[in-house]
Structure formats: structure tokens, C-alpha cells
């Protein structure tokens, strides 16, 4: 146990005690306690900069089951430190808001910061491991607390089918992560992220690599909210402010993210990871910055705009891996990608966090998040109006904010496709850039409508619930810091470049960090195509934002019948109804269908195990010469049976049965055993009267008619199939004797081991007397059975006679 | 000269087990079955003895007895089934 250890543990272990601190500080915000450990640990991930700066890697071990391999092994490169800078960062400024926004009597606050202490040490987690388990472990984890943290409000029936929707949706990616995870370690023979980089050049080649790659992709996917698993995030938005701000836009979300990037060494030299990362990421933006136009609800668009900007970091990563197929870092085009693709992640993280604390003011301060009747709140927050300004240009990619930077660079990481000459991108790789330029206008529109829509035009104070006024400083405190951090990073981005961007991009693509390279963001490179295509977003988004309302009503129309939603309503719906209907049909309550099915599933399995092996053996050489009274026996027994079934009464029924005991008892004569003839006789009788006591006490109902048995044409053909395996089966099995019986030890040792010349009653109660012993159990349960049987009579009320 | 008696015997009484046999499953009413399974009881007694000259061994002597002694109890349950309707009575108060 390190150091490291302790810091991603700390959370559970405060986790631990906050009930307790809840419980004896009532006066106190138990967020003051809890905002005390992310400070702290934000401090301890800082000190790791100089040290990740040169490109050391600090490793950190424990045994955790190492007998097979799983190690919680941490360690802390320029990519994980990124994320746990962000994850404590954003965590400190999201739990100091949290005691504002969260109310100390109303709300149960002991479970909320016990959920988001589970979630920050899980992502901590998922972040820092290098071992494939561990990191499996924390993303479920992460998973788990994000459903509880969206059911906070656990009265409420959004809340609930919120949670419901993303665990399901989050929990199958897991599972395919768990899925992939095997794989890999198939290929590779070890969890260890690192020793699976190392040996990536093997990896393309195995059989598994597809299906490995498939599967983590799908785990990264629906957890960062890509198409078509995006579903599950706006419906998270009934989480409290606080928890869609850390976890549903700057912390969980990018869990697949990381995911991607970190695995990228070991997949991005295939093809098909750079298309389906690239491509669905593109497709991602889009369809997310075009649903957020038409969302009415302030979280809502934020959410549709979190999706939309996950898909643009993801198709970022697609196209950065690309980098890996030019040898030098010197003329490669594409390493700008991923830097791109980390330098937005950062920006996404600080203006969505503010944002969505700002929509969560609004919220606090009016009662509503419809901007439909929001308006004007710009003379009543002025310091909330500014800080949306700040969030909203930045996302919208408007200078001098840092989104303005990572936006450019985005947009000439998609001009550059043009000329990448691999996979055949010279054809359709112009389609990039231009989904990238449409999906860029459409999130100027939205960041329009988060900023305008509820600052500007009319105040309407009779449609608010509350006499809006500016947020408390405490509440404004993170959102604030989160804002200035955007124009920090927009004006001077090279705070960033050396200290965080270049050890993380190292971190994704580990072979290029043997070359020297350094990354310098310039406000102004020059009259470049990117440039041109920023002045067109503005001004094509300007004029659709005015022209908003003429076309939005026709836009409210198209979507909601293209919704994902739908579909995955009906399908659970339809899994519940066809699973509850397979079931009626299957378990009917009729014991005949199930007898039938036990029957034809022991025909069929045993008829074709007796084909495909081509079992059926005939060897005439062992049986023994078939005597006269044996056939006359036989004959007796195969008559009284077919009578059996033909009988007209029960009691005939029951008289047959006994001549067919008797004649078996007659069986045990002729071939010589006289212990079982004995038996078998009193047996028969005893049951046969047992037999005659049932009959006698059936209900005299007037429906129960004495009639023969009706015919069935499946249970005869049934019956039929089942006799001929039996037979079939015997007879192999007698032509396939393989080696003598042991009896002739019994017959000789009989007298002179156990002293008794009845060969049977010696090997009954000598040989082999356990059994006896058991098989005495077996009578007096079942005497003991009948007995509680005739004399307990618990059913409820009066004596049933 | 024995022995082909003996076949002789043997081949009679399957043959009347398989007559009783036949009123077995015809016999028009309960009554003509039970006595047909009564006198399959005692067919069975000396197709037993029979068998055991034929084979030479004492060792179903025992089975003789209890035949005789079940076929007696089944028929009188049987019997009593019929006429009362139950085969114990626990109606101690007549």
C-alpha cells in the first residue's frame, strides 16, 4: 500500500464515516467535511506534473489475488494524471457547490456525499489502473454509484426511470468491457495495460483482435454517451445540478473516453478502430447538436450538447490514430488530432461544469429550467449572466475563450483527412470536415439559446415560481473559478501545452514519444481554411439563430419520430411482454405438456446421440437360448399390459396390474431368484391393495365418468418412441459388454468371507449393507411422510371432513 | 418319461394361467376378475413347485407358502371391498 493507494481509497474510506459526521453535526453542511479530501487529493495529483512532465511514470503496486494475475496496480502518467486532476479539480468545485445548492434540512445528505464519494474513488480508480480487472472493477463502480446518484430523488418516477435506463445502458458496455477485457488477456497473457502496449505489434494479428476490439468499444461507448447509446445521459438530468455537472459532463461521461485513449496504442493500428471511433463520433456530434436545438429544457440542451461534444473528442481520437500509420512525428498531421482531442477535453470539462451550475442557479433562483419561460434574468444575475456568456462562447467556439482554440484545431484535424491517403479517405474523407462544419453551426445555435434565451428579451415574473434574485456567493464561487479557468486556458493556452496536453498525448500514443515533439497553440496561425470555416459557422449560425423560430416548429416535427427513445422503450417493453408470453405458453401448469416435453427432449437427445454416434450395435453372441416358459411369461405380461391401457374401469386397471406383478414375480422364479420372487410378491399385493384405497376414496363427481382412456395420437406416438430408445439403449448395451461382472467374487467369497451361503441377503447386508441401510432410511421416511400426511391437517379454518 | 410329464404339466398350467388370463381382462363384471386373479394365485403355486422340480432346488418352497397365504388375503380384501366398500373398517361402535 502507497501512497497512490491511499489517495484512491480515501473517498471510500470517507465514504465510510460521513453517516456518521451527518448524524453528530447537524448544524454543519456535511459538504464542508466532504470538500475537505479532493482539495487535498487535487493538491497530491498536482505535485505528479514536473514528474510526468519528463515523461517519468510513477508505478505503484499491491497484491490483490495474484495467483491470477490481478495486481491493483496504479499508475500515473500524463493521461491518468489528466483525468485525476480533473476528477479531483472539478470534484472540489462541484461538492463546494453542492453545500450551497443542496439544502442541510431538507435533503438527505449523508447519502448524496456518500454516493459521490464512491463515484470520485471509482473513477480515481478507472483512471490510475493499469491492471484490466481493477480498472473493470472501478467502472463498475462508477456505474453503480451514477445510478444511485440519479435516483437521489428516489420518490420521484423520472428519477427512478432515469437511473433504471443508465445502469442498463452503462452496465451492458460494462459487460462487454469484461468481455473484451478477456480477450485481451487471452491474446496478451496478462491484464497489465502496459505489457498489452508492448506487445500490440503481436495483437493485430491474433484471431480475437476484432471481437476485442468490438466489445471495448462498445463499453466505451455507451458509457461517454455515443451514438446510438446516448440515450441514457438526458434522461440522467433528473440527477441533482451538482451530480450532472461532475458526472453526466466533466467526470463519468469520459470514462470512455479515457478508455479509448488509453487503449488506442494497443487497437489504432486497425483500420477498422480509426473508422468506427471516427465515424461514430462524427455521427454522435451531429445528431446531439441537432437535438440540442430543439430541447426547451436548460439541462436538457446541456446534455444533448455534452453528447454532441463526447462525439467530437471521440471522432478526435478516431482520426489521431491515424498518426500511427506516418513514421515520423516531424510532417505528421494527425498527432494534431489528439491533441486537439485532449485539449478539448479539458475545455469541455471547465465551460459544461460551469454551465451546467449555472443552469442549476437558475433553477434554484426561478423554480423552472423551461427557457420557454425564462427571460430578462440578465438585470436580475448579472454575475451568473456573465459566467453563461463565458461557458456558452467558449462552447459555441467563439474567441477569445478557450473553446475558440480546441474548435480550430478540431476543424483542421478534419480539414487534414483530405489528405490522408490510407483507407481509401481520399473518396469519402470529405465528408468530414463538412459534418464537422454542419455540427459546428448547430452548436453556435444551441450555446445561443443556453446564453440568450434566458438573459435576454422580456422578464415574465408571473410565469416564475419564486421572486428571482442573484445566487448566493457560495453558489457562485465554482462556477466562477471554472469560468475564469476557461479564459485562462483561452488566452494563454501554453500553460497547458508542456505541463498536461504533452504528457498525455505521450500517453495515448507512447510509440511517437521516442521523437522529440513539442506543441505550441497559437491564438493566430494565420489566414488558415479553418479560420474560414470559423467565420462561416458564425455567420451562417448567426443568421439561423434570428431566423430560429420561422423553422424550429417545423423542426419539432422531425425528430421525435427519429428518436432512439422510442425504440428503446418499445424494445424493453417488448422484451417484458414476448419473455412474459414465452413463459405463459411454456409453463402452462399442465403437468401432461411438461411430462411431454421431459419425454421427447429424452427421446430426441438420446435418438440422435444413438444416430450421430451411430451407436445402434446388434451381437446376438452373449444372449442365452430363449426358453418355452419364458415366452408363455412374456406373453402373458405383454397381454396384460396392452389390457392395461384398453380397460374400460380403474378397477379393471388395478386387477391387470396386479397379474402383471404377479406374472413378473413369475419371472424372478424362472430365472432363478427366489429373494426377489418373494419380495415382489408381497410388494404387489400390499400395492395393489394401496391401489384399491386410492380408488375407493376418488371424489364421486358427476363429471368423472368411468370411460377408457382417450387416444392421443402425440402421447401414443410419445409412448411409442419412448419404449424403442429403451429398447435400442438395452440392447447396445448388452452387445457392448466390455468386461466381465464381478460377480463370480461374491459367488465364491459368499461363505468363506461373510459366513452365509445366501449370496443376495450377504452381499445385502454385508458386501454392500450401506445401501441396505440407506434404503431402510428411505421406508421409514416415507412411512413417517405418510403418517404426517394422513394426521397434520394445517390447512387454514375447519377440519376439512 | 419324467421329465416330458413334467413339460406336459408345465404347458398346462400356462395354458390355463393364459384361460384365466383371458377372463381376467374380459370378465364381464369385478366378481369374475377377482376369482380369475384368486385362481391365477393358486396356478402360480404349482407353476412354482413345477418349476423348482425342474430346476432341481428347494429354494421357492417359500414362495409356495406366501403365494398361498396372499393369494388367500388378497381375494378375502378383494371379497370384502366389494361387499362393504372398504377393506378396514374403523367403525368400532356397531
Not at chain 1, 469520459?254 to 461514430?280: D, H, N, Q
Not at chain 1, 477535453?345 to 425564462?374: W, Y
Not at chain 1, 497559437?522 to 439563430?545: D, N, R, S
Not at chain 1, 426377489?676 to 386410492?694: M, R, Y
Request: charged fraction near 15%.
Amino acid at each position: 500500500m502507497s501512497l497512490l493507494h491511499m489517495a484512491v481509497l480515501a473517498p471510500f474510506l470517507l465514504a465510510l464515516i460521513v453517516p456518521t459526521l451527518y448524524k453528530q453535526f447537524r448544524q454543519i453542511h456535511t459538504g464542508w467535511f466532504v470538500l475537505i479530501l479532493p482539495i487535498l487529493l487535487f493538491t497530491y495529483f498536482l505535485r505528479f506534473i514536473p514528474l510526468t512532465k519528463q515523461g517519468d511514470v510513477i508505478t505503484e503496486r499491491a497484491d490483490w489475488i495474484p495467483s491470477l494475475g490481478i495486481h491493483v496496480d496504479f499508475y500515473v502518467d500524463g493521461l491518468g494524471l489528466l483525468f485525476a486532476l480533473l476528477i479531483t479539480g472539478i470534484g472540489s468545485l462541484v461538492v463546494l457547490y453542492s453545500v450551497f445548492y443542496l439544502s442541510k434540512e431538507k435533503e438527505r445528505l449523508n447519502q448524496f456525499y456518500v454516493f459521490l464519494l464512491l463515484f470520485m474513488g471509482a473513477m480515481l480508480g478507472v483512471v490510475l489502473s493499469d491492471n484490466l480487472i481493477v480498472l473493470y472493477s472501478f467502472w463498475e463502480f462508477t456505474s453503480l454509484s451514477s445510478f444511485l446518484l440519479i435516483g437521489y430523488w428516489n420518490e420521484r418516477e423520472r428519477s427512478r426511470y432515469g437511473a433504471q435506463k443508465s445502469l442498463l445502458i452503462t452496465v451492458l458496455g460494462g459487460l462487454s468491457l469484461l468481455g473484451g477485457i478477456i480477450l485481451l488477456s487471452i491474446m496478451g497473457n496478462t491484464f497489465s495495460i502496459r505489457e498489452l502496449i508492448a506487445q500490440s505489434g503481436q495483437l493485430m494479428d491474433h484471431t480475437l483482435f476484432t471481437p476485442a476490439l468490438l466489445l471495448v468499444l462498445l463499453g466505451a461507448f455507451t458509457k461517454s454517451a455515443q451514438f446510438p447509446f446516448h440515450i441514457w445521459l438526458p434522461d440522467a438530468m433528473e440527477a441533482p445540478t451538482p451530480v450532472s455537472a461532475y458526472l453526466h459532463s466533466a467526470t463519468m461521461v469520459k470514462a470512455g473516453i479515457y478508455l479509448v485513449a488509453r487503449l488506442s496504442p494497443v487497437f489504432a493500428e486497425s483500420g477498422l478502430w480509426l473508422w468506427l471511433v471516427s465515424i461514430t463520433g462524427l455521427i454522435t456530434l451531429l445528431w446531439g447538436s441537432f437535438s440540442a436545438i430543439k430541447q426547451t429544457d436548460l439541462k436538457a440542451i446541456l446534455a444533448f450538447s455534452t453528447i454532441s461534444q463526447l462525439g467530437l473528442i471521440m471522432s478526435l481520437l478516431g482520426l489521431g490514430a491515424a498518426a500511427l500509420h506516418y513514421d515520423s512525428i516531424g510532417e505528421n498531421l494527425y498527432v494534431a488530432a489528439t491533441v486537439a482531442a485532449v485539449f478539448h477535453l479539458i475545455n469541455h470539462a471547465t465551460f459544461k461544469g460551469s454551465l451546467f451550475m449555472v443552469a442549476g442557479i437558475i433553477d434554484h433562483e426561478t423554480g423552472t429550467r423551461d427557457i420557454k419561460k425564462l427571460g430578462g434574468l440578465m438585470q436580475v444575475m448579472p454575475i451568473t449572466f456573465t459566467i453563461a456568456v463565458i461557458g456558452a462562447f467558449s462552447m459555441a467556439g467563439l474567441p477569445p475563450f478557450n473553446g475558440f482554440l480546441s474548435k480550430e484545431m478540431f476543424l483542421a484535424s478534419m480539414v487534414n483527412v483530405l489528405e490522408l491517403n490510407i483507407f481509401n479517405m481520399d473518396t469519402w474523407g470529405v465528408l468530414f470536415p463538412v459534418i464537422a462544419w454542419v455540427a459546428s453551426v448547430f452548436t453556435f445555435i444551441y450555446s445561443m439559446i443556453v446564453v440568450l434565451k434566458p438573459f435576454t428579451g422580456k422578464f415574465q415574473a408571473n410565469l416564475l415560481d419564486r421572486k428571482p434574485h442573484e445566487a448566493p456567493i457560495g453558489m457562485l464561487v465554482s462556477p466562477i473559478i471554472l469560468a475564469l479557468l476557461v479564459i485562462v486556458f483561452g488566452i494563454f493556452p501554453n500553460l497547458l501545452s508542456a505541463t498536461i496536453i504533452e504528457p498525455a498525448v505521450t500517453g495515448i500514443q507512447p510509440s511517437l514519444a521516442a521523437d522529440d515533439f513539442h506543441i505550441h497553440i497559437a491564438f493566430w496561425h494565420g489566414l488558415t481554411p479553418e479560420l474560414f470555416m470559423t467565420i462561416g459557422i458564425i455567420a451562417v449560425g448567426f443568421v439561423l439563430y434570428l431566423s430560429l423560430p420561422k423553422w424550429q416548429k417545423s423542426l419539432q416535427s422531425l425528430p421525435e419520430r427519429l428518436s432512439l427513445n422510442v425504440l428503446y422503450d418499445n424494445g424493453l417493453r417488448g422484451l417484458e411482454r414476448s419473455s412474459a408470453s414465452l413463459m405463459k405458453r411454456l409453463m402452462t401448469g399442465s403437468l401432461r405438456t411438461y411430462l411431454l416435453s421431459i419425454f421427447l427432449f429424452f427421446i430426441l437427445s438420446l435418438g440422435f446421440t444413438i444416430y450421430w454416434k451411430d451407436a445402434f450395435t446388434l451381437d446376438t453372441k452373449h444372449f442365452a437360448p430363449i426358453g418355452f416358459y419364458e415366452l408363455i411369461v412374456a406373453g402373458i405380461i405383454v397381454a396384460a399390459a396392452i389390457a392395461i391401457l384398453f380397460a374400460k374401469s380403474r378397477l379393471t386397471s388395478i386387477i391387470i396390474l396386479g397379474a402383471v406383478g404377479y406374472a413378473i414375480s413369475l419371472f424372478f422364479v424362472l430365472l432363478r431368484a427366489p429373494d426377489l420372487a418373494l419380495t415382489q410378491l408381497v410388494i404387489e399385493t400390499i400395492s395393489v391393495s394401496l391401489f384399491l384405497l386410492c380408488f375407493f376414496h376418488l371424489p364421486l363427481l358427476a363429471s368423472r365418468k368411468e370411460e377408457r382412456m382417450s387416444f392421443r395420437l402425440n402421447n401414443a406416438l410419445v409412448s411409442i418412441g419412448v419404449g424403442v430408445i429403451v429398447t435400442l439403449i438395452a440392447l447396445s448395451a448388452h452387445s457392448n459388454k466390455l468386461f466381465d461382472s464381478i460377480s463370480s467374487y461374491y459367488l465364491e467369497n459368499a461363505y468363506k468371507e461373510a459366513g452365509g451361503k445366501n449370496v443376495v441377503n450377504v452381499i445385502l447386508v454385508d458386501f454392500r449393507g450401506l445401501d441396505t441401510m440407506f434404503e431402510i432410511t428411505v421406508l421409514s421416511i416415507a412411512a413417517l411422510g405418510i403418517f404426517a400426511m394422513i394426521k397434520l391437517r394445517l390447512t387454514r379454518g375447519k377440519d376439512p371432513s | 418319461m419324467f421329465d416330458l410329464a413334467l413339460k406336459i404339466a408345465l404347458l398346462g398350467a400356462s395354458l390355463s394361467m393364459v384361460g384365466f388370463l383371458y377372463r381376467l381382462i374380459k370378465g364381464p363384471s369385478v366378481p369374475d376378475r377377482v376369482v380369475a386373479l384368486d385362481a391365477i394365485g393358486i396356478n402360480l403355486i404349482a407353476f412354482v413347485a413345477l418349476a423348482s422340480i425342474v430346476m432341481d432346488t428347494g429354494a421357492y418352497l417359500e414362495a409356495i407358502l406366501l403365494l398361498g397365504i396372499l393369494s388367500f388375503i388378497g381375494t378375502v380384501a378383494f371379497a370384502k371391498f366389494l361387499e362393504k366398500g372398504e377393506i378396514i373398517e374403523d367403525d368400532r361402535n356397531r
